[in-house]
């Protein structure tokens, strides 16, 4: 039953879409469906996305310039939340067909504001009905000068991922024009600053504004700059340059494996792909050497970065802990997508060394992540946390996401819990955290020094 | 008796059902014809081709409380009816599923009933679920195979065999095959080959025929048009034979193999596609069928269609025609996530999600964000709210297609096996639209002592949310209450907690305490943090008490009481100091227990008066404005205990039937309330706030302690005052925060 728990709970496909399409600076996304879908996808784990639209429905004296018409925030589509609207579908739709209230909708909410993009994107009750909806998406989108794009068939026993994937892939196929520039162009950086796109955040990754700023901040000391940062709040714009970029970067296999496959074949653009999330000061020096020597850019400033936070780790590590470091008894647990998994490993274990007792990958279809997470636990001889029972695990620093750390919870009251996903337990974060770089490093240094000090007092 | 026929488009199915009705209705049978292609012409040739009103387009423009069946229905020759069930435009929505919706509407009016035989002109082939509806739905007992000798009529006859023996494998439930010639060259033998291969009598040979057409172009029958003739008398005699009793033969259809050999003249040899057993006797031809009473009894399953479980009835929206733009009022959530919401309160029920992972994922995240949001927010785990028995069929598009029952059926299995002794099935969007019917897993599980309670909410097809959360609740309340002897003289039941919230825990702990005060126990909590047990166990308490009261709690109520005979507390848990007085009162008289509760109600309002009193000083006099959208008749007791000025009340008028829902917070009429209100705010300068809608008043003019009135306050005497203890300590405070004025700063930065 634990397995099926935890898939169910994972977000699918269709969640996947919505990210990929609304971390889109200025663009909307409307699901071809009955308000149900809505519920999920727009408050569901909307809620806690960073997104200027959720400011739009502001009432009374604090009623902002840009904000949306009341009777629109309030009308059948928006229903007083203007994430994820939905076309209000209802029983008799499913007979007559959607079109007419789809296009209802799209001419109501696009008379209202303007935007950069327009998703429509099928629920799965709608998306069996196989309707041709596209010539009337795309006739709407001609008139309003909106550009459009319109994900018929979601996967609708997918995982989130797969769903990320494949329309990032298809919001690239449509907006960005297949031709290279010139050989000379492309080649020659010595007379400004290296750029990169970013594939692999998303708007629904729990610390997204943070990531953003620590990888900015990284490849920045390294002299580049970010081009193109898909699916974490860029431009559409920022979508169309995507070939002027030197080097694609690929933070996670698994949310980038079409996209990856498609750029590397259409565009003569070279990939740095770690293989994993750049977590922990090893990874993440390899990761900044790997690019700037790929772009042949100084990462010196870089890597002295990277040494003042090995050396804040040590300070923290041996006045806290002594020359014995952690205690043999203070174990971690992590769930969650592979990349993220062995990046984790990689610096709980490698780095600081602390035990794992219970690893339980989520997203990975493939199994090709499994794989490489099972290499890294035989490498450090605890394979058998791969096999552990992620919710039975006890007396613990548990990295998961809050529905497993209420399902531990529920079982013991000894863990503590670090949100590393959605759905999370509701903590708003305000100051921008992450756990990618230097700054991801001393972050979960610092949960771990603290959930030892915790389980410790527990355990009196 | 009631008769589909099946076959190929552009066959001749219409004609030939047209002339058998009125070969029936010469016969002197009452004969109804049931069109079933959105293109609506089955019926011409018998009301001579008047203008249809199909049964799609009557119930699109009509509002639901004025439907009547009979405005569907039009009279033909010698007093046929009928019944064109219509569709969406080509190329638009789902046919299938207004096959069904039109069968469901006209079974729910009671459209059968005077008929002795129905005839059901089926389009084309089984392409879907809508359409086998006549065969799966078993509006039909006898079935008719239209072919000519036309490759492609002959395959389209043996696809409709392998949807019938998919959809009922091995039943008698084919009368035979009509074969229709279309001239010079048609192929007769390869029929009569075909028919001798799927073991069936071939009925009529119809010859191609200028009668036809003539009496196409009079829009009559040719059995009306041309009584005498050849043809009319092929009819004639089939409806004698009909009337006499058809022998039934159950689908035996070809492997694409022994279709292939058929269509090149070789003898039919090998394995067939079907599922039947190929011991089962051999009927004999249809002139040989005896049994005269198949029509009473095609009537009577009639019947039980008609008053079958109201789970198998789809609501159609109230009060407004479907195409009606103002009948657009947002369903809030969906059924779906309402049924397991409301099935994950049992304990010792497994849950079986019938859905795509998507619906799954919305489902269980929905619940456990109750968890989630609890953990944090107040450092408690609340188990209810994190389902440990949910398995789900994870369908895709694949099985939308072709069906997910075996999923379903593997995954029930899989619970059995694992202990569940209680399966909640909770059908979403994609089954209901493919047709899946859990009904044969339930009986199936029935033998091995499992219990199966199916709430098929289809998703959006049961309506919203709360439509998923009455199913649920009225599911359980006829299938899962077990009739019991065992009595259990000082419990109560206590039904229609809130399910998802979690003050329902701490106003379930406060009810139990003041029935503990009264030598009371609870019994059942239906449904809350309870288990099937409980629920089977629930007429062992000689009262219930409704933990809220609306239209749906009443009609959980209704169920109880007419089916069970239960008797009900007229209460709901009461708010504030007099309710809670009244209610203790009214339980010590029922339970017999009237000096305990005239203690405990003295206790109460000795600790009542000394709260008030102490919170008097601060409140006495005090200008205060009122804008309640929900029902709080404590807001009023404080407002008048406290000694407050009340200088305006506003109870907003919209949306009668539902007062917190949509209607209320985003009707027009409630945008001009809320102007006035701030305005009135402004003229009237309060220093005290109630308000409902905390949004009401953003920035208050003056410095007035703005309250937001909570859905939830607990229950007992002291419930309201606690409240007006909170409200105090807010009091002469300005919180109005200077945030507010940086409002052109963020618009300088973000927007």
Not at chain 1, 304 to 332: M, P, Q, S, W
Not at chain 1, 377 to 402: C, H, M, P, Q, Y
Not at chain 2, 105 to 115: M, T, V
Request: with cysteine; glycine share 10%.
């Amino acid at each position: 039953m634990t397995n099926q728990y935890l898939r169910n709970t994972t977000a699918d496909y269709i969640t996947g879409a919505v990210s990929a399409c609304e971390g889109i600076k200025g663009s909307i996304v409307l699901i071809n469906g009955p308000h149900g879908c809505k519920t999920y996808y727009g408050f569901g784990t909307g809620q806690s996305v960073v997104n200027g639209q959720a400011l739009l429905g502001l009432g009374g004296d604090l009623r902002l310039r840009n904000a949306m018409d009341d009777r629109l925030i309030r009308s059948q589509f928006f229903t007083g939340s203007p994430l994820i609207p939905a076309t209000n579908l209802r029983y008799e739709d499913f007979i007559f067909g959607t079109s007419e209230q789809l296009c209802r909708a799209l001419n109501d909410i696009l008379a209202e504001r303007k935007y950069s993009l327009i998703s429509v994107i099928q629920a799965p009750g709608t998306s069996l009905l196989s309707e041709a909806l596209e010539a009337e998406i795309r006739a709407i989108s001609e008139r309003s000068d909106v550009p459009y794009v319109y994900i018929d068939v979601p996967g609708l026993s997918e995982d989130m991922f797969k769903g990320y994937d494949e329309t990032a892939l298809t919001v690239i196929k449509r907006f960005v024009h297949p031709d290279r520039r010139s050989a000379e162009e492309h080649g020659d950086i010595s007379h400004r600053r290296a750029s990169v796109n970013i594939f692999g955040l998303y708007s629904r990754g729990i610390h997204v504004d943070g990531d953003l700023a620590e990888l900015a901040r990284l490849l920045g000391l390294c002299e580049i700059d970010i081009n193109c940062a898909c699916g974490a709040y860029c431009t559409l714009d920022d979508i169309r340059r995507i070939p002027e970029a030197d080097a694609n970067i690929f933070l996670a296999p698994e949310r980038t494996r079409q996209t990856k496959a498609y750029l590397e074949e259409a565009f003569d653009i070279p990939s740095f792909d770690l293989g994993c999330i750049p977590v922990g000061p090893d990874l993440t020096e390899s990761f900044i050497r790997g690019i700037s020597k790929l772009l042949n850019t100084d990462c010196s400033a870089a890597v002295r970065d990277i040494e003042e936070t090995r050396a804040t780790v040590f300070y923290h590590l041996a006045r806290n802990l002594g020359a014995r470091g952690f205690d043999k008894a203070f174990k971690y647990a992590a769930e969650g997508e592979p990349s993220l998994l062995y990046a984790l490993i990689d610096y709980l274990t490698g780095y600081l060394g602390i035990a794992p007792e219970a690893i339980h990958p989520l997203y990975d279809q493939s199994r090709s992540g499994t794989s490489r997470i099972r290499t890294i636990l035989e490498d450090i001889g605890f394979e058998e946390a791969l096999s552990a029972d992620i919710t039975k695990v006890r007396d613990i620093v548990l990295f998961a996401n809050a529905n497993t750390i209420a399902q531990v919870l529920s079982y013991s009251g000894n863990v503590y819990g670090v949100e590393t996903a959605y759905p999370t337990s509701g903590y708003i974060n305000v100051v921008p955290k992450t756990f990618i770089g230097c700054r991801g490093a001393l972050y979960i240094l610092e949960q771990v020094l603290n959930a030892r000090r915790m389980l410790k007092a527990w355990d009196r | 008796m009631q008769i589909a026929v099946y076959g190929k488009g552009g066959i001749g199915k219409s004609t030939i059902s047209a002339n058998l009705s009125a070969a029936l209705a010469n016969e002197g049978e009452k004969v109804l014809q049931i069109g079933c292609d959105p293109k609506h012409d089955s019926t011409r040739l018998l009301h001579h081709g008047k203008k249809v009103s199909t049964v799609l387009d009557y119930l699109l423009n009509t509002s639901p409380d004025v439907q009547r069946g009979d405005d569907v229905l039009m009279e033909g020759y010698l007093g046929t009816g009928c019944i064109e069930a219509g569709g969406p435009k080509p190329g638009k929505g789902c046919a299938g599923r207004g096959i069904l919706t039109a069968f469901e509407f006209l079974r729910d009016q009671d459209i059968f009933r005077p008929y002795s035989t129905v005839i059901y002109d089926v389009l084309g082939d089984v392409v879907c679920g809508g359409f086998a509806v006549p065969i799966r739905k078993e509006y039909a007992q006898s079935i008719f195979l239209v072919t000519s000798g036309e490759a492609m009529s002959i395959y389209a006859a043996n696809n409709i065999l392998c949807g019938i023996d998919n959809l009922d494998p091995g039943s008698p439930r084919i009368a035979g095959i009509i074969y229709n010639s279309r001239g010079a060259g048609d192929d007769k033998e390869r029929v009569l080959e075909f028919a001798k291969a799927v073991d069936l009598p071939l009925c009529l040979s119809l010859p191609r025929s200028e009668a036809f057409l003539k009496a196409e172009r009079a829009a009559k029958t040719v059995v009306e048009n041309e009584p005498d003739s050849r043809e009319a008398q092929l009819f004639m005699e089939l409806a004698k034979r009909i009337k006499g009793g058809l022998s039934l033969h159950p689908a035996r259809p070809l492997s694409e193999e022994q279709m292939e050999l058929l269509m090149q003249g070789k003898p039919v040899t090998g394995t067939p596609a079907g599922n039947l057993n190929r011991s089962h006797n051999r009927s004999g031809g249809c002139e040989r069928c005896l049994d005269p009473g198949t029509g009473e009894e095609s009537l009577s399953g009639a019947e039980e269609k008609r008053t079958g479980s109201p789970q198998q009835i789809h609501s159609l929206p109230q009060k407004r025609a479907l195409s009606d733009p103002f009948s657009r009022i947002p369903l809030s959530g969906c059924s779906y996530r309402g049924a397991v919401d409301l099935a994950s309160h049992i304990k010792d029920a497994a849950i079986l999600g019938h859905a795509p992972k998507s619906c799954t994922s919305y489902a269980v995240n929905g619940i456990t964000s109750y968890s989630r949001n609890g953990l944090f927010s107040r450092g408690i785990i609340y188990p209810s709210f994190i389902p440990q028995h949910f398995e789900n069929t994870d369908i895709d598009i694949s099985d939308a297609v072709f069906g997910g029952v075996v999923h379903a059926r593997e995954k029930a299995l899989k619970l059995a096996a694992e202990g569940a002794r209680s399966i909640i099935a909770v059908t979403a969007c994609i089954p209901g639209l493919s047709g899946d019917d859990l009904k044969p897993v339930r009986d199936e599980l029935k033998e091995i002592g499992v219990d199966m309670y199916i709430i098929q909410t289809d998703g959006v097809d049961a309506g919203d949310y709360n439509d998923g959360v009455a199913l649920c609740y009225k599911t359980l309340a006829r299938e899962a209450v077990k009739p019991t002897d065992e009595r259990d003289l000082d419990s109560i039941n206590i039904v229609y907690e809130l399910n998802s919230s979690l003050t329902s825990d701490d106003d379930h702990d406060e009810m139990e305490a003041l029935l503990r005060e009264l030598g009371l126990h609870v019994n059942c909590r239906f449904i809350y943090d309870t288990s099937m047990k409980d629920i089977n166990g629930f007429l062992k308490a000689p009262y219930s008490l409704m933990a809220r009261t609306d239209r749906l709690g009443n009609e959980i109520k209704e169920i109880f009481e007419k089916e069970y005979g239960c008797r009900f507390i007229e209460d709901r848990f009461p708010k504030g100091f007099r309710e809670t007085s009244e209610f203790v009162r009214k339980l010590g008289k029922l339970y017999s227990k009237e000096a305990e509760a005239s203690d405990l109600v003295c206790k109460g309002e000795a600790g009542y008066r000394a709260q008030i009193d102490m919170l008097k000083q601060r409140f006495s006099g005090l200008r205060t404005m009122i804008f309640l959208s929900i029902q709080a008749p404590w807001v009023t007791e404080l407002a008048e205990d406290l000694g407050l000025d009340v200088v305006k009340a506003v109870t907003p008028e919209a949306g009668a039937g539902d007062r917190i829902g949509w209607g209320l917070r985003f009707s027009a009429e409630w945008g001009e309330m809320r102007a006035r209100f701030n305005d009135d705010e402004k003229d009237l300068k309060p220093q005290l706030i109630l308000t409902s809608d905390p949004s009401i008043v953003a920035v208050p003019s003056t410095g007035a302690a703005v309250i937001t009135i909570p859905r939830s306050i607990g229950t007992g005497f002291l419930s309201g005052a606690r409240q007006a203890a909170k409200w105090s300590k807010l009091l002469g405070k300005d919180l109005r925060g200077r945030w507010k004025n940086d409002k052109s700063v963020f618009e300088k930065y973000y927007c």
